[in-house]
């Protein structure tokens, strides 16, 4: 059995073997792979693992020896699920890698707004605490303790964050379509207009779908606080880019963090490169080692469960 991986770069740069999946069949693995390359490095797979290489109906239909698609990632949006269940290959992702790895990030952004210490530690570094008083600040320095958190997405990363919040004295609001059993801390639940009206912090953690592509706009934004701060490491797409540059340059709400962006890696053209009070980064709150180790075990047991006949985290059964 052959297994290919299209883009094993981002997972193992070099700190993260694949050994786990390498021991399960002759194991092929290419750092990246361009689009007019997709069709002959997965031409001999039968399982064929890919993170954000695209596999699209077209491409899979020429697969003939493909069995099984095993996605590196939460989200599955780069396969066609139902041209493979068609040709009756299973598609499985790894849902569960990055809960706390993701949360953390959303804190470690969330207190850099608040505390802003790499900032005032360059200040120091160009020698401005040398001409001060004994203590200085140049923005505002504010506590989580006592302030509102607005979750939409109260799945595992949500409820993760909720408890974060909670554990530094924050109120936690939260919105979902399936809002599932309530969490050992208090919530309470929200539409979104209210929660994006009554909360200091709001962070996005849901799938992408049609139905929510873009649904923070300028309506949304116009509700905020204008100290409030918007987070998102779910998915670009969610936020109107446009709207939100607009809200920050008219002050709307106090500042924003994304990690993701509606094409990555960012075009130059994004007008959000123009906006203040915004911090960009490269779609990194997943990637810690212990994350990523996490995520190739994981891929390893949905390949052994699917050769065993069993197999499991399937997206397109």
């Known amino acids: 059995m052959r297994i290919t991986v299209l883009d094993g770069y981002t997972l193992n740069p070099g700190d993260n073997p694949w050994d786990e999946i390498a021991k399960l069949g002759e194991f092929v693995c290419h750092e990246r792979t361009p689009a007019e390359l997709i069709l002959e490095r997965a031409r001999d ?42 040709r009756g290959i299973a598609v499985a992702n790894v849902p569960v890698y990055g809960t706390d790895t993701v949360a953390e990030y959303v804190f470690a952004l969330l207190l850099n707004f608040y505390r802003q210490p790499q900032f005032h530690s360059e200040l120091v570094q160009q020698g401005e605490w040398a001409r001060s008083e ?24 949500g409820r993760r964050v909720g408890e974060l919040a909670a554990a530094f004295k924050m109120k936690v609001l939260a919105h979902d379509l399936f809002p599932g059993p309530p969490p050992a801390y208090p919530v309470e639940w929200r539409q979104m207009p209210e929660l994006f009206a009554e909360s200091d912090v709001v962070t996005l953690h849901c799938n992408l779908t049609p139905e929510n592509t873009g649904m923070v706009n300028w309506t949304l934004l116009e509700r905020m606080k204008p100290t409030a701060y918007l987070i998102n490491t779910s998915r670009g797409q969610l936020v109107n880019e446009a709207d939100l540059a607009h809200a920050l340059r008219e002050g709307r709400l106090g500042g924003a963090a994304l990690d993701v962006l509606s094409i990555e890696p960012i075009a130059s053209g994004n007008p959000l490169l123009q906006a203040p009070n915004i911090t960009l980064t490269p779609h990194i709150a997943w990637a810690t080692q212990s994350a990523r180790a996490r995520l190739l075990q994981i891929a390893a047991e949905n390949i052994r ?3 065993r006949g069993a197999p499991r985290n399937v997206v397109n059964a």
């Open 45 to 86: 797979a039968d399982v064929l693992l890919t993170n954000k290489t695209p596999l699209s109906a077209e491409t899979i239909a020429k697969l003939a020896k493909l069995k099984f698609i095993g996605v590196l990632a939460t989200g599955y949006n780069v396969v066609d699920v139902l041209a493979a269940r068609a």
């Open 305 to 307: 469960a699917w050769q």
């Open 134 to 157: 004994w203590s200085f600040w140049r923005t505002p320095l504010l506590e989580a303790a006592g302030r509102t958190i607005g979750i939409v997405g109260f799945g595992r990363i």
